[in-house]
């Protein structure tokens, strides 16, 4: 575990290995929890990043017939 310092204006750096890690990359959002007396930061992962999950999914739409 590192430690790391809270800066007057309340920012934290994140250690190069951890950055290394998780790939997180300059200006990449990061959601930030409160988990009972921890902060979590999670990386935002783009829509893109879900394709796929749900392999085998039927996506086809049936159309009804014009109506007259």
Known sequence: MQIVTVSPKFQVVIPKDIRRQL???????????????????????????????????DTTVEREADRV
């Open 23 to 57: 790939n997180i990359q300059v200006g990449q959002k990061l959601k930030a929890r409160v988990q009972g007396e921890h902060i979590e930061f999670f990386p935002e992962l783009p829509l893109s990043a879900a394709r796929g999950f749900l392999p085998g999914l």
